[in-house]
């Protein structure tokens, strides 16, 4: 329902607001419209779709088809293992704002919210809203995030964020420095190898996990793990309980969906001609002074899936009395050497992308519920504020919350919280 009303001060006034039409922001609305509750969902963009419409050109899904499978519009599509593409992703999104009948509002932005009075006061680009509950579903990756250091590279260097990339043709000729090994930039690094480009990747600290693991792509198991680890005692770790609240930020783990879905092996990428680095330490002229981090960094992203999920798994397999083959991951023992300076020109260097992540910004929010690092502080979606929520948030609940299938899990928790009944 959307029988919203207009107040004396000529704002519109709804009973919940919920802010991002992405996937996250379309759940609440299925949950909303289900209960027959007056809502209305608003985004900045002119299109629906969500962020993938962000994406570069040959971006696809690192998880499968399945996992695009929403409250209310499961999957039923022919390819459950595929890969969605870019296009596809989005218009699966804006298809389920059409399923749910979601009452969306388009080029919408939400400038500023505060509480006050028995709700919230929100400025929009469309006008004032006054909204007695408000959702926000705006996910994580906000602004793009370039290090300092890049005011120093020489101004014949072209520059961009991956937010902004979109091909190899669009980028100066000559070889490429991609900053960051998280997902996008390890896959960029690979799309930019595969199409002819010398590419220099920085490595960070980001770990990888593997494809497939005990008969299964990874994904099934971590949708295991969070719809039901909690009943085996085998539940994804909450932010309270990683051994450094820091890590809700780094960068997310490397795999990829192109051909068919593959492991990226960052030793292996180094073997077959990549050349990898260390970090960025400092820039004088065409010079870059390197960290010798690198073999340090390739050890940490070899041991992120068996410090972080490997025995969850294992142990949920054998709770769960599921029959899966052993573990059949085989090593790759290369190991490149250590750079401790890369010349630019002599490199023959054109462009840095710096696949550096994004920054949270919710400078919009106009209430004491952030932490030190800048998250919202929440109880199953819940702020301190009454009537102030979130969903699809970075860590909301755990690594996948943000997540295409994170959304229907925390949804339900969210909607406990509001009182709403929930729904398949």
Known sequence: MSGSGVGRSGARRVETLVVGAGHAGLTVSALLGA?????????????????????????????????????????????????????????????YAGAIQAPVKLETAVTGLRPGGDGFHVATSGGPILARRVVVATGGFHRPRVPPIAAALPRRVAQLHSHDYRNHAGLPPGAVLVVGSGQSGVQIAEELAEAGRRVYLSVGSAGRVPRRYRGSDVFRWLHALNTQGEAFGTALPTPDRLPDIRLRSAGNPHLSGHRGGHDTNLRRLAAEGMTLLGRIERVDGERLTLAADLSTNLARADAFFDERFRDLIDRFIERAGIDAPPDDREPFAFEPPVETELDLSRAGIGTVLWTTGYDRDYGWIDAPIFDSLGFPRLVDGMTEVPGLFFLGSLWQRNQVSATLFGAAVDGRRLAARMGLPTRD
């Open 35 to 95: 209960a027959g509750r007056d809502h209305l969902v608003v985004d900045r963009r002119a299109r629906l779709g969500g962020g993938w419409q962000d994406r570069w050109d040959a971006f696809r899904l690192v998880s499968p088809n399945w996992t695009a499978s929403f409250v209310g519009f499961a999957y039923d599509g022919t390819d459950p293992d595929g890969f969605m593409p870019r296009d596809e992703i989005a218009a699966r999104v804006a298809a």
